[in-house]
């Protein structure tokens, strides 16, 4: 089985498509809206804090799964199941998460069509196609259908492609592209007049916000999205992970990956609300609470880019094409969980399956589409509040309490033998078999009860 599955050819290539995956619009336009919304610094700490205590720990658990099964996300989770009952509930999680892959991958590309008809719309600009601009600029259900099929199918030529000539690859294009674009922009934005206050909001922390139960709740949630955990992703690409390779060390270098870029977007973002503030575009309501999170994305940094001039628009351009790279490296992980399942389980090949799964995405995103007021909020709350949390738990408790110890370490032990004698060996299991849990049950109680 092992010789006709794909496998990351590079230590790198793996890095790259893994953080691919988890740096997407989570970071860019999640992470620092979630911030300014809640207390500035005083989030940025608690999430700093959440991100390397809790999602890490889960983050490892479900690679090591991964790459221990060798398989999709069901048979990996069954492949450390011994009873029966146990199969059966490592098949609900396994084919729970490539679910909620799918449904996460439907409103993510209605989200990422958004982004590309705003990067458009400044080319359609220069090129003085004015009727273009306006179609692409003004909400339309015939702008979001077109916009949705495109991403998909952008998406689906990567995953036809497969992982080392798709995945890997593009990954390895895209993700310094966001690097460069990111960097560039802060550059500019903090020459503006009112970044420096936006900067201050951003790192000075109010102490008395960080012990708030709805702040550490959106916290940890922020981190469980941005580490695409719950969903089998990172089940899936730790399958393609070699055994010779230390796993400790690349979901490290994941995670610091993701929460570096998270932090690094919001040195852009809420500086350039201040900046626009200073320019005469309200970021605030009357209340005092801050707009919410797509009038931000949509209407306030657009305004900042119109008042800049010439320049904006390339501004404008290169900012939303920078969420559309981001949005791209993760949405080609989303369309990976339901692919391998089907190319391993039915025997499909891998350019029927992607087809067959881009069509029916298509479809789902569509039918959200068409009853966008009641579904898209609903599709979003069920999978992010709710899926993920439960599913990612769930993982914990298969590699906590099922999986056993030593064969547990012996599975780590491969491409890291001295594993056993260090801090993360000594503490890891632990934080998996009980911290995790626990915490992500008072994450999805929260949800469930509104604290
Ligand atoms: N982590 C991605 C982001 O931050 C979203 C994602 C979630 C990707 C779950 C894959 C699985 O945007």
Redesign the pocket.
Known sequence: MSSVRGEFSSRIGFIMAAAG???????IW?FPTQTASNGGAAFVLAYLVLAFCLAYPALMAELIVGRHGQANAVKSLQKISKTKAQKAGAFAVGFGGIIC?GL?LSFYSIVAGWMMTATLEPVAQVASQDTVANWLSTQSLSRDLVFTAAFILLTVAIISRGIENGIEKWSKRLMPALLTILFALIVYVFMQEGAMKGLKAYLVPDFSLILEPKLLISALGQAF????LG?S?MIIYGSYISKKENIVALGTYVTLIDVFIAFVAGLLIIPAMYVAQELGVQIFSETGQLLSEDTLVFTVLPALFDSMGDIGLFIGFAFFALMTIAALT?SI??LEAPVSYVVEQFGLTRMQATFGMGAIITLVSFTILFNFSSLFGFVIALTTQYGQPLLGLMCCLFVGWLWNRTSLLKEIEQGSPEIGATFFWKIWPWYIKFVCPIAISLVFLSKIIDW
């Open positions: 995956s988890a740096v997407g619009l989570g970071n999640g892959a996460i999205f941005s580490l695409s969903t992703v993760s992980s989303l």
